[in-house]
């Protein structure tokens, strides 16, 4: 019995004890393999901040965010009253490390009320368009919710509990913002049409919602007027319902609307499946899962084996498959699986050295690392690359001791020679132009590449971020000169990239010239390029082996990367196919923009009389064509005839000084330039015009700020009844 009683009061006591709440939350970091010594450039709308040796790409990057400012804010028709801090890290790898946001909640607390972040992390992806993109997306998303969820605290709780904005608004609005109409949304969006996942936009998550958000902006944007996009955002503020403001801004019901979207794009997905197709079905390998991508792709030079990585948010595998039996082995894998964070997609990188031996770059603890796996026996052997923050391909000689670069060095992407043996590195290219994908030529020492340089004439000191352009062309450079040039191999308004060879006349490489990323193949001997494949989806990655005359690719399918392999492909066979819509659209704006620059300089010179007759300049071979590495710049490519300018016959008069008006000709019609219609906010911001010039550098100093606010209501023992607030610092 007093067994009983004694367990009875040791369950009661409890209950009748009163203590103060106590609580202690011990804080999170990441690992970190580096101390970053921060320091800034501050300009009027952005502090920028930066690290390491890479003090001229963060000037760049506030010149260019101070120009962009001005455009990002008069279409969201939002000017935030704060100055945004932009942490611009050197690669992925680095971002990985940061404790920014560590302790970030996936779920939000009763009674939580978060401010809005006045900061924004961006990562150097390799390239100058990736980098541009990322800018103007962060800087995009931080405006919106300063417009969204920002304002005083009042407005901040208000919105907190009363606005619930689905993902396709916000994150679509911030996509759109930064690439407006791509080719990636252009082909995702007609695969997102076929799943027949779009007819339920509401319940579209992650990445399927952002890219049906980007594509339901730009729908808006073509075909009512931009001028309603900013239209739409600010009306939704104030409503606090995101339907209700777009029937009430374009005048229509919202499902009407989305009726017309969905028709908008199916009509132009009805006209790219007349002429294009989709891969043989029977040739698939594999088919991944929604988080998982092929980060890379290589059939082995006997064409015995091939080999692929798969990213799975940041956790990755390396697989090798014998093409005879079908059997597949993972050889190597890596990486953590990362929630709430950026991840680099192309991590790892591999490629064949030999028959046996397999390539794989990728980060381990902090650092790029070549590793080469032998397949027979098993062994690894590393070699850091400390010197990269970045790599984004490689490539190997023909027997495999040397091995070519396309890394990123103090925010320049440039093509480096690497001697695998001895671990030692030499710079080919050293320029701010993006040099990518390089590939050696079979049996010579050339290497082709993919770069942006604009034309044959190029000022290594171009710093402006707007100057570079988003086309890239083929080029080749050959190690065994001694004049050490580099070659433009192909010359258009495209992106032309991921160049293989199969002898030294004939290239193949992916071009998006139609609309849709597809093969293509180039010929140096007589400079004319053919289209080898007519795909309806954008192909990712490839491979070819020309010995066995055997390919393999990958493209999305159904929302999913999928994995197809060719034993036999037809590198011979020419197709053609029209300009998709979008890229139909694109070219009609181009030319139109040259017909007014061309008459605008047309009449900025008059027409001059040339007293001399101009000389035909000779044509140089592909090689000489090109420009000198160690100083960059190329040599100005002057018209082999002067361009004639238009001549109008003046009307003749009689001796009577009357007009002949049945042989009379009308002058060149005067294109009256048409004024640019500003908003208020563009012509109340050219009041205050100010100097962009960037301040700086200055060193950092750590300052905290409140990250959220939560109250409550609670009972204190002590205190009686009464209301809790809290604040979280950051």
Known sequence: MKKYIFIILLLICPTLLRAQQSREAFGQNRIQYEQFDWRYFSTT?????????????????AVYLEDEFDRITDLVGHNPYFKAKVFLYNSINDLQQSNVGVNKKSYRVGGQTNFVKTYVEVANPGSIEGLKQNLIAEVSSLVLNDMLFGGSLTDMWQNTYLMSLPDWFVKGAAAYLAKGWDIEMDDKIRDLLRSGRIKKLSRLTGEQATIAGQSFWNFIAERYGRSNVNQILNLVRINRNEEKSIAYTLGLPFRQVLLEWQEYYTQMLGTVEKSYVFPDESKRLQQLKDDEVYAGLKISPDGNRLAYAINDNGKYSVYVRDLA?????????????????????????????????????????????????????????????????????????????????????????????????????????????????????????????????????????????????????IFAFNLDTTKRVVARLTNTISKDFAPVAADANTIFYLSDQKGIINLFKFRVDDKIYTQITNFANNIILYDVNFEHSSGAFTMSRSLRETLYYHPTVKLQDNV???????????????????????????????????????????????????????????????????????????????????????????????????????????????????????????????????????????????????????????
């Open 45 to 61: 709308n952005f502090d920028v901040y930066f690290y390491g040796k890479n003090e001229h790409i963060a000037r760049d990057v």
């Open 325 to 473: 039996t079908g059997r597949t082995e993972r050889v190597l894998k890596g990486g953590i699986k990362l929630i709430n964070q950026k991840i680099d997609k192309q991590n790892p990188l591999i490629n064949w050295a030999d028959n046996h031996t397999l390539g794989v770059i990728s980060y381990h603890k902090g650092t790029n690392v070549l590793w080469l796996y032998d397949l027979e026996t098993g062994t690894r052997i590393a070699s850091p690359l400390r010197r990269f923050d970045h790599v984004s391909s490689f490539d190997f000689n023909g027997n495999g001791r040397l091995a070519a670069l396309s890394a990123t060095r103090h925010g320049k992407t440039d093509i480096y020679l690497l001697s695998v043996r001895r671990n030692k590195i030499r710079q080919l290219t050293n320029d701010y132009f993006d040099d990518i994908t390089p590939y050696f030529i079979p049996g010579t020492n050339t290497i082709l590449f993919s770069s942006n340089r604009t034309n044959d004439s190029i000022v290594s000191q171009v710093h402006d971020l707007k100057a570079f352009s988003n086309n890239y062309n």
């Open 576 to 730: 053609f196919t029209p300009l998709t819509p979008r890229q139909a659209q694109i070219q009609a704006k181009y030319i139109a923009q040259r017909r007014v620059l061309n008459e605008a300089k047309r009449r900025s010179n008059p027409v001059q009389v040339e007293t001399t007759t101009p000389q035909r300049q000779e044509t140089p071979p592909a090689v000489a064509d090109s420009i000198v590495v160690d100083s960059i710049s190329f040599a100005t490519e002057k018209p082999a005839v002067a361009e004639k300018e238009d001549t109008v016959a003046k009307p003749d008069t009689s001796p009577t000084g009357l007009i002949d008006t049945d042989d009379y000709v009308f002058d060149t019609e005067i294109v009256r330039k048409t004024a640019k219609t500003e908003s208020f906010l563009s012509n109340y911001r050219n009041v205050f015009v100010e100097d962009n010039e960037p301040e700086g550098p200055f060193p950092y100093q750590t300052r905290f700020s409140a990250d959220n606010m939560i109250t409550s209501w609670v009972t204190d023992p002590l205190r009686g009844f009464g209301i809790l607030l809290e604040t979280e610092m950051n």
